[in-house]
């Protein structure tokens, strides 16, 4: 059983930063595609970042090119993501996912889902 459980969420002021943590168990992360989505309230589920398994190349959504970062540690079978110069618009709910499929841009080639982490940040 695959289980992914985020942390790190919570109230920071525009400006800040935070690191989101998601451990992985279950599986190797070594072997994984992993993503960093966000939903905020009455909005559809977004991509952030993702890092492939295969590779070190990672990708991001253009709204946090420059201001987020996505990061493994392959070791400790945890991912994160780096976020710096938070916005107000950055207020979601962060999921970190999982899978194999190559689609790593696309909610739907995931197939494990941690619980989420809010993050929210004042203005």
């Known amino acids: 059983q695959v289980q992914l459980v985020e942390s790190g969420g919570g109230l920071v002021q525009a400006g800040g930063s935070l690191r989101l943590s998601c451990a992985v168990s279950g599986r190797t992360l070594s072997r994984c595609n992993v993503g960093w989505f966000r939903q905020a309230p009455g909005k559809e589920r977004e991509f952030v970042a993702a890092?492939?398994?295969?590779?070190?190349?990672?990708y991001s959504a253009d709204s946090v090119k420059g201001q987020f970062t996505i990061s493994r540690d392959n070791a400790k079978n945890t991912v994160y993501l780096q976020m710096n110069s938070l916005k107000p618009e950055d207020t979601a709910v962060y999921y970190c996912a999982a899978g194999w499929k190559p689609g790593l841009l696309v909610a739907e080639e995931y197939a494990y889902w941690g619980q989420g982490t809010q993050v929210t940040v004042s203005s």
């Open positions: 890092s492939s398994w295969s590779g070190p190349n990672t």
